[in-house]
């Protein structure tokens, strides 16, 4: 029976899963650690408003079991030692460099692990796949495992993780399933089982699945791969209805009562962003393309040229409706982060719209009720489309959005915040610059009552 846990990787995946498994197995010590320093110190902070991650619901988890069963420390080898299972929870970015430039993951982080696994561990022990590799990673892991070891045995399980950002902890208190790939050996069953068992706390029993562990790891890309195409495909018609005065709400509700195809992600935005979808179909394409299946490459690939396409359509849609020019205009973003409710703006759309436009010379104000202003000037400075000084002469950030609001010519509405709605539209509209235009890039205000106001509002997939 696993008494000992440890996580390696702190983050958005790591920290959320550990914390609910440590909550709902309260004789299992978990120890989640990074080499962070900051960040493993914001876990720890007595302020809970200071954890890294904002996720709704994720503080009462982590207040019920931190000090009790649950451990955040840089101290990983100790924690490695310790542990009879470790799950390796660390980012797997695409690669920015040499082979595979822009499409494969960079392994390295993963790589470094096993490695620091094999040096430190002096019992047998179990190792679980967290983070999204590419098919056949653990095979890698496996063969560092045993040939730089001390001679104990390694069980690899890959165990993806399905959670939403800002639904983590919901996701994770009731997943639609669990699975758990391993290899068909007696002693893969064993550590299948273990890991079963760990789950059997709080998941009913039919929800937890297991399968090969090349199964699994495909899996967790092909789930990613077709919920992404399901965005990439609305978008696409989002444009079709522009051009024909269809209407791409209707078109979706329509659509998704048919119980075959069904209502959720299929709402036209945009763009997708997050740290998992691009990457995991660069990742599908790039496997299929190293193993000559360049029919299968080029059908998923498609996925990302539509969402690029989605996000500088939209920034060419301001430009050419701010009378060709935006140079020198104030444009106010609502929203940077990729979705509601997270801190997270890995891969935001706001960040290539904000990109395209300060090309143009446009002055960008951005608000969003959780991210940071450094986080957002990073972002920007990490294209490396132009210098430092023209990205701060050209971007700001406004931590009250009336402020944002002030004098600009635009407002584009990048996130599905709730608290936009409820803004007091007319009290906006009198502090704009006339025609006071909104970009609603997720099609959350009320077209109706804005127009009523007097806004020019341009929404996607609708005239
Ligand atoms: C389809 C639509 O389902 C229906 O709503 C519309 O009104 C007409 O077109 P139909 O062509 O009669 O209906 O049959 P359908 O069950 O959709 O199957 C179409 C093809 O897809 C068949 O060749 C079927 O074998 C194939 N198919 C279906 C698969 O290969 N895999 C599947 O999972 C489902
Ligand atoms: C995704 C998967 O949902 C999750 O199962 C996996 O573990 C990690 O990747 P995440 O990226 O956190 O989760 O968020 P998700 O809710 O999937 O949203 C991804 C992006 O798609 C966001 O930018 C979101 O705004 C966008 N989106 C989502 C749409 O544009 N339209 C939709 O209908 C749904
Ligand atoms: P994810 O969304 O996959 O959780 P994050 O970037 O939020 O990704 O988290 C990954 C974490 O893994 C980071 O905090 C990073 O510092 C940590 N990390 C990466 N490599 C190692 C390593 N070799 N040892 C410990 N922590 C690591």
């Known amino acids: 029976m696993i008494e000992n846990i440890c996580c390696i990787g702190a983050g958005y995946v790591g920290g959320p899963t550990m914390a609910v498994i440590a909550l709902k197995n309260p004789h299992i010590k978990v120890t989640v650690v990074d080499l962070n320093v900051q960040r493993i110190k914001d876990w720890n902070d007595s302020d809970l408003h200071k954890l890294p991650i904002y996720e709704p619901g994720l503080s009462e988890v982590v207040e019920k079991a931190r000090g009790r069963n649950l451990f955040f420390s840089t101290d990983v080898d100790k924690a490695i030692d310790e542990a009879q299972m470790i799950f390796i929870s660390v980012n797997t970015p695409t690669k920015t460099y040499g082979v595979g430039k822009g499409m494969a993951a960079d392994l390295k982080y993963i790589e470094l692990c096993a490695r620091q ?5 002096q019992t047998n022990k179990i190792i679980v796949e967290k983070s999204t590799l590419p098919v056949r990673t653990a095979e890698t892991i496996q063969n560092i495992l045993d040939n730089t070891g001390n001679g104990v045995s390694f069980q690899i399980l890959s165990n993806p993780e399905f959670l939403a950002e800002g639904t ?3 996701d994770l208190e009731s997943p639609d399933r669990i699975l758990i790939g391993g290899n068909e050996t007696p002693e893969g069953q064993m550590a299948i089982q273990s890991l079963v068992d760990i789950y059997s ?8 699945i297991t399968t090969s562990l090349w199964s699994s790891e495909l899996s967790k890309l092909t789930a990613n791969a077709f919920l992404a195409q399901r965005i990439s495909s609305i978008n696409s018609l989002s444009e079709l209805c522009e ?12 659509v998704g009562m048919d119980s075959r195809i069904g209502s959720k992600f299929i709402q036209a935005s945009v763009g997708f962003g997050g740290s998992c979808f691009q990457k995991d179909i660069l990742n599908l394409v790039y496997i299929s393309k190293s193993l000559g299946l360049e029919e299968v490459a080029s059908y998923w690939e498609q996925v990302i040229i539509m969402n690029n396409h ?5 920034a060419t849609n301001i430009i050419k409706t701010l009378y060709n020019t935006v140079s020198g205009k104030k444009i106010a973003f609502l929203g940077w982060a990729f979705k509601k409710d997270t801190n997270d703006t890995r891969e935001s759309a706001a960040i290539y719209v904000a990109d395209q436009l300060i090309e143009e010379n446009a002055n960008v104000s951005v608000y969003d009720p959780r ?12 294209l490396n489309s132009r210098s430092e000084e023209k990205n701060s002469k050209h971007l700001k950030v406004e931590p009250d959005p009336y402020k944002a609001f002030e004098d600009s010519h635009a407002i584009a509405v990048l996130t599905e915040w709730d608290e936009f709605r409820d803004y007091d539209w007319e009290r906006i509209y009198k502090s704009m610059l006339k025609p006071a235009f909104v970009f609603d890039g997720r099609n959350i205000l009320d077209s109706s009552k804005l127009k009523a106001i007097g806004f020019k509002i341009k929404s996607i997939g609708k005239v």
């Open 201 to 208: 706390s709080w998941v009913p029993k039919d929800k937890i």
């Open 243 to 254: 051009a024909t005065g269809a209407n791409i709400v209707e078109v979706s509700k329509a």
């Open 310 to 314: 989605q996000r500088t359509r939209f």
């Open 371 to 382: 991210v940071s202003e450094p986080q957002i000037r990073y972002d920007v400075k990490y």
């Open 117 to 121: 696994i094999a040096m430190v561990s």
């Open 168 to 170: 983590a902890i919901a």
